[in-house]
């Protein structure tokens, strides 16, 4: 009866299969993922970045590392050293011999397949009496030729051969184990077990232990959950928190510690380098003994990001260490932002403490701006563009120019925009006009709705409002001698400065309206003195004949006529005027009394038939294009959470940061008024050319008109902040309905139903008293 047979690989052929096809499968997909092929890539890209990016130092670092590097040359080596044992085994096993072989019994007996009977025994005959053990012969080979004899006389053996491949029938099933057999032979026992003890119980359990251990104490943002911790601390401790303060914060994360971090360090010159830079920097709060912001560590990276903002030159060995605490601080920053948000939505849901105020989420964003750019809060936004020194914006700021901004700087003409960078050369100012074009100028589109309610753009009480963000990128060398659009967006500083002034001008008469009511005096007074009597015509606006108004026209003719300077003349169009307003309104009136005569009750009544019949066909296309716009937004929305953009958008231009860093936003919903968020902020990492962002909000439960702004910021840029103003009219919500008009059933209806009822059953008790 036919079994399994399960043996190690005596002759090593199986071991071989095992082991080409282990190292292929290891081989191939590693060349896919890691073969430096965008080599080349990288050096067009860096290459086409040259002209705008050449003088940051992210660049001139990244030009450093590709030619320093090592690494794609190991890896190639390494990869082609794989390709070398694969290739190799697969010549060994292409070169094995094959154990198994189909079993035929013609070609034992050397005949060619289909040979008849007769044929058969003549070959058996002669080859036994060659093979045959009494003749001198092999007895293996004449057990062969026996064998295969049988197989192709007997019915039963020819049968078995037939189905099973084997005269003797159905036979073991052999499976060899890829593994040779030194490896459970008695003498490598030991060594076997020695080997498998310490690879499954120490090397394994170390590898996972370390993994895990490592893995539990970062977030899913890379940020350790002591830091995340040490910031929650603090922001619930401070809700209004300076940028002073926050730094101080910021430079307390374990991530500059080197005992919860191995990529940080603290040197012996530190004692000596690092007070100097205390000195040099002035007042930075070293005596303040509160923990953890007294610690070396906290005390050396505060001392760091200081000095990167002042643009401070370090030494050598502090500017390693000055690139580390830089390139972190932008994360960090972003965690605290994530950190405000929770503890807003805490306090808006759970009450008992003070969320932390809209000035301290803001200054986290400013502040990464700050270290983005390597700038002090105080400074021009113009220092971001490359050859501009402080004593440069002296040309910028005077009165002529009145060059505040870069939005300012774009908005002058070429001439002007030459004649004040004098100072700089030919080439130097074509590199500023480059790098000033790549910045981005962006326009926010904003649309306000209630989604899945019948009327989307009433506002209740209560209801979830979603703000439609349009963000569209351009640069802002397309904006070069173009007037900066007032209206839509507005600076920060334009926002500040409005908002500070709002109170004042409820109160106090706007300047330009005294200057208006001064030039009329002035005009009036003239007027006076070149004529003697006043014309005075108050035309009003009539109908004419085909009921538009012309009441316009007539005041244009008067304001001509009065400005003629004599009596006569303008007494005289005062007539004309008059007698044209006489002849409109007869004119008026005669077809206003034509049309009335004509219009009979049924026309009456057809024309109202009509118009009900196009108001109603104006509902159902609104009906329609609303439930279009609706399917096209959820189709958007499915769209944006099945795919996944790449965070790479552009490359910011900065002189001083360490890293190649995305242009990434901020976007957000906030009262400035009373210094809260009304929406959480959402972080625009895939902007490109246009992004569509959604944010949500509760509307207020008291119904009122509510000004909000939708907010803008950059991580990268100081000075490309946008605020827009967002009008919020609430209304009450409508109330629900007890008794729907559909549950209403008519009495007559109800009496009707039990009528029915009552019949049923007397119908069935008679079938009843007739079946008895």
């Known amino acids: 009866m036919a079994g399994q047979q399960f043996q190690y690989d005596d002759s090593g052929n199986t071991f071989f299969y095992f082991?080409?096809?282990?190292?292929?499968?290891?081989?191939?997909?590693?060349?896919?993922?890691l073969w430096p092929r965008d080599q080349n890539a990288e050096q067009l890209r860096l290459k086409s970045l040259r002209r705008v990016h050449g003088r940051c130092l992210w660049y001139r670092l990244r030009l450093m590392k590709s030619q320093q590097s090592f690494v794609p040359t190991l890896k190639k080596a390494a990869l082609l050293f794989g390709w070398a044992v694969f290739l190799l085994l697969a010549y060994k096993v292409s070169k094995l011999d094959r154990e198994y072989q189909e079993y035929n019994p013609y070609e034992v007996l050397n005949l060619d397949p289909g040979a008849s009977l007769s044929e058969i025994k003549k070959q058996y005959r002669v080859l036994s009496l060659k093979y045959h053990p009494d003749k001198g012969g092999n007895e293996a080979t004449f057990m062969r030729i026996a064998k295969a004899y049988a197989a192709l006389t007997n019915e039963q053996s020819r049968q078995n051969w037939e189905i099973y491949g084997n005269p003797d029938g159905p036979g073991a099933t052999s499976f060899g184990i890829a593994l040779p057999a030194w490896i459970v032979d008695q003498k490598n026992s030991m060594l076997v077990l020695l080997v498998y003890g310490l690879a499954f119980m120490v090397i394994l359990p170390v590898v996972v232990g370390t993994w895990w251990y490592r893995s539990i104490r970062y977030s899913g943002d890379q940020i350790l959950i002591n830091t995340t911790q040490l910031f929650m601390h603090f922001m619930y401790k401070t809700p209004n928190m300076n940028m002073k303060r926050l730094?101080?914060?910021?430079?307390?994360?374990?991530?500059?510690?080197?005992?919860?971090?191995?990529?940080?360090?603290?040197?012996?010159?530190?004692?000596?380098?690092?007070?100097?830079?205390?000195?040099?920097?002035?007042?930075?709060?070293?005596?303040?003994?509160?923990?953890?912001?007294?610690?070396?560590?906290?005390?050396?990276?505060?001392?760091?990001?200081?000095?990167?903002?002042?643009?401070?030159?370090?030494?050598?060995?502090?500017?390693?260490?000055?690139?580390?605490?830089?390139?972190?601080?932008?994360?960090?920053?972003?965690e605290m932002i994530n950190v405000g948000c929770q503890l807003t939505m805490m306090a808006n849901s759970r009450g008992g403490f003070h969320a932390p105020r809209l000035v301290t989420i803001e200054n986290c964003m400013k502040l990464t701006q700050m270290i983005v750019q390597g700038l002090q809060e105080s400074k021009s936004p113009l220092l971001q563009l490359p050859h501009f020194e402080e004593e440069h914006l002296r040309y910028c700021i005077s009165k002529k120019y009145k060059v505040r901004s870069l939005?300012?700087?774009?908005?002058?003409?070429?001439?002007?925009?030459?004649?004040?960078?004098?100072?700089?050369?030919?080439?130097?100012?074509?590199e500023v006009l480059s790098v000033l074009g790549s910045f981005p100028h962006i326009t926010m589109d904003t649309k306000l709705q209630v989604l899945d309610d019948e009327d989307s753009n009433n506002i209740t009480a209560g209801s979830i409002v979603t703000v439609t963000v349009t963000l569209t990128r351009k640069r802002m060398a397309e904006m070069f001698e173009k007037e900066q659009d007032s209206t839509p967006c507005l600076t920060e500083e334009a926002a500040t400065t409005e908002e500070a002034q709002g109170d004042s001008s409820k109160t106090k008469t706007k300047v330009w309206q005294n200057k208006s009511k001064g030039a009329k005096k002035t005009a009036k007074s003239k007027k006076k003195k070149l004529t003697k009597k006043k014309a005075t015509p108050a035309p009003a606006k009539t109908k004419q004949a085909n009921g538009n108004v012309a009441g316009n026209e007539v005041v244009a003719a008067a304001a001509t006529t009065t400005t003629t300077t004599t009596t006569t003349t303008t007494a005289a169009a005062v007539v004309v005027v008059k007698e044209d307003e006489d002849e409109v309104s007869d004119k008026g009136s005669e077809s206003d009394e034509g049309e009335a005569n004509k219009d009979s009750p049924s026309e009456r009544d057809e024309d109202s038939d009509k118009q009900s019949d196009t108001e109603v066909d104006e509902i159902a296309g609104d009906d329609e294009e609303e439930w279009e716009a609706?399917?096209?937004?959820?189709?958007?929305?499915?769209?944006?959470?099945?795919?996944?953009?790449?965070?790479?958008?552009?490359?910011?231009?900065?002189?001083?940061?360490?890293?190649?860093?995305?242009?990434?936003?901020?976007?957000?919903?906030?009262?400035?008024?009373?210094?809260?968020?009304?929406?959480?902020?959402?972080?625009?990492?895939?902007?490109?050319?246009?992004?569509?962002?959604?944010?949500?909000?509760?509307?207020?439960?008291?119904?009122?008109?509510?000004?909000?702004?939708?907010?803008?910021?950059?991580?990268?840029?100081?000075?490309?902040?946008?605020?827009?103003?967002?009008?919020?009219?609430?209304?009450?919500?409508k109330a629900m309905l007890d008794n729907h008009p559909q549950w209403d059933i008519p009495d007559t209806e109800e009496e009707d139903e039990e009528q029915e009822d009552s019949d049923g059953i007397e119908e069935s008790e008679d079938d009843d008293e007739d079946n008895d």
């Open 19 to 33: 082991l080409t096809s282990f190292v292929g499968l290891i081989v191939i997909p590693a060349t896919y993922y």
């Open 247 to 334: 730094a101080m914060v910021l430079t307390a994360a374990f991530e500059f510690d080197p005992r919860s971090n191995k990529d940080a360090t603290i040197r012996p010159t530190d004692n000596i380098e690092v007070p100097q830079l205390i000195r040099e920097l002035g007042n930075i709060n070293v005596k303040k003994k509160e923990p953890p912001f007294c610690y070396p560590y906290s005390l050396k990276a505060r001392v760091l990001v200081l000095a990167h903002l002042a643009r401070m030159e370090v030494s050598e060995e502090l500017e390693e260490d000055q690139r580390f605490v830089v390139r972190k601080s932008p994360a960090l920053l972003q």
């Open 407 to 430: 939005q300012d700087l774009v908005s002058l003409k070429d001439s002007d925009r030459r004649s004040m960078l004098r100072f700089l050369g030919e080439e130097k100012y074509d």
């Open 630 to 733: 609706l399917q096209q937004s959820i189709q958007r929305r499915e769209r944006a959470l099945l795919e996944t953009k790449s965070k790479v958008t552009h490359p910011v231009y900065s002189l001083y940061f360490p890293e190649e860093k995305q242009e990434w936003w901020w976007l957000y919903i906030a009262d400035r008024r009373d210094q809260t968020l009304v929406s959480m902020p959402y972080h625009v990492c895939t902007l490109k050319d246009t992004e569509e962002v959604e944010l949500k909000f509760p509307a207020p439960s008291k119904t009122g008109n509510y000004q909000y702004s939708v907010i803008l910021r950059s991580d990268s840029y100081l000075g490309l902040d946008q605020i827009k103003p967002l009008k919020l009219e609430v209304h009450e919500a």
